[in-house]
């Protein structure tokens, strides 16, 4: 069972969007995560960075004829922060109610 616990780290929309993308791979190559979220080399590797310092993300360089290719997966205690934090909003958004509509 997932223990829902909202993760500061993992919330800014950048990173969310990062950690969900990974958590529906096994292994995801840079120039995907790049494409996908639309980042820069730069702010790419700084958010993987910090992701792999949580122990969130783990990294793999590897060389691919002449040429370096980053690849990227979530740790097992990656993809539990993110099932957690995944339960957090939900509880957060089943809670907000409609107030009644008064006649």
Avoid: C, N
Avoid at 21 to 28: E, F, I, K, N
Avoid at 72 to 88: E, K, M, N
Avoid at 98 to 103: D, F, K, L, V
């Amino acid at each position: 069972m997932t223990v829902a616990r909202f993760d500061e780290l993992i919330h800014p929309s950048t990173r969310l969007t990062l950690v969900a993308t990974l958590a529906a791979a096994d292994w995801a190559e840079f120039a995907f995560l790049k494409d996908r979220l639309g980042l820069s080399d730069s702010a790419l590797s700084k958010q993987l960075a910090t992701l792999e310092e949580a122990g969130y993300v783990a990294t793999e360089r590897r060389l691919d004829g002449t040429r370096h290719k980053v690849r990227a997966r979530l740790t097992p205690g990656g993809l539990d922060a993110f099932h957690g934090h995944i339960a957090a909003l939900q509880e957060i958004v089943s809670g907000a109610t409609a107030p009644p509509i008064e006649s």
